[in-house]
């Protein structure tokens, strides 16, 4: 066999190695060699001084329960608006281009559109006057309330990002036959039953790659966070800037960059896990 029908496969992987080599796995390691660099000798001092300052815990903590709030909110929302997308016959792509507006806005203007419903002079304040349940603007999001800092936070999120989930899943549940439903139904499943027995066991590859992607990404949020909550609502992803810009500190910075891959990527063997999908199974 000539050479080159053998290199072929090689040659053709080989500009996207190379990209992930240079933009991807280069970066990584000089984030990591970092990490475990101070004052020009290797240590574990970064860690250290980032697990001892006083908003690492808090930043931590908001950042699991806005991922434990939000992403099965998101999981449960997807699948809905995805099982009505794929059962329409009529206006399917208009409801889907409708669903999945959000995703062509930015999170940083998310953000700001749900800052102006909830500031002073938003729309919540103006709706709650006019309808006379207060009698002046109320200040939603400040220090004194976090929770209405985390429900707004939360609900830009599930508003911003729950379209990216339904895609993956709108795609998943069209590659599944519907001689499989129609035969469960010939055979008196109920609906619920025909969704739980066999549409969610055939969307497992699916199920996956939406849950991997939205979990890794809601460790890494912060425009949100910034618009609604600026100081008052920390969470790793604003930590890692602080560092890295205000504090000018890039080891501390590096190692929140570190524990925020350790974190995406302990979540994402879980869901593989909870989630297996045996070999040759349709994806």
Not at 113 to 119: Q, T
Not at 228 to 251: A, C, H, I, S
Request: hydrophobic letters at 60%; a positive charge.
């Amino acid at each position: 066999m000539p050479p080159l029908p053998r290199l072929l496969p090689y040659l053709l992987l080989l500009p996207a190695t190379a990209f992930l080599c240079v933009f991807f796995l280069y970066p990584f390691v000089l984030v990591a060699m970092e990490s475990v660099t101070r004052e020009g000798s290797y240590s574990l001092d970064n860690f250290q001084r980032m697990v001892s300052h006083w908003k690492f815990g808090t930043a931590m903590r908001n950042t699991l329960l806005l991922a434990a709030v939000v992403v099965p909110v998101q999981l449960a929302l997807s699948l809905a608006m995805a099982s009505v997308v794929t059962k329409l016959s009529t206006g399917r792509s208009t409801l889907l281009y409708i669903f999945a507006i959000p995703l062509g806005i930015s999170d940083l203007a998310a953000g700001l559109i749900w800052l102006a419903i909830f500031e002073q002079t938003g729309f919540l304040n103006s709706a709650l006057y006019g309808l006379g349940v207060i009698e002046q603007p109320v200040l939603f999001l400040s220090y004194q309330n976090p929770m209405v800092i985390f429900a707004a936070i939360a609900l830009a999120e599930i508003w911003r990002a729950t379209a990216i989930m339904m895609v993956i899943l709108v795609a998943g549940m069209g590659l599944i036959p519907k001689e499989y439903g129609e035969a469960a139904e010939v055979f008196g499943a109920t609906a619920w039953q025909r969704f739980r027995k066999v549409t969610l066991p055939m969307l497992k590859p699916s199920l996956q790659t939406a849950l991997i992607l939205r979990v890794i990404l809601a460790f890494e949020v912060f425009a949100v966070v910034i618009a609604l909550g600026g100081t008052n609502f920390p969470v790793l992803m604003e930590e890692t800037f602080q560092w890295q810009f205000t504090l000018q500190d890039r080891g501390v910075a590096a190692a929140y960059a570190m524990v925020i891959l350790g974190i995406s990527v302990a979540f994402t063997i879980l869901i593989l896990r909870l989630l297996h999908v045996p070999k040759g199974a349709r994806v």
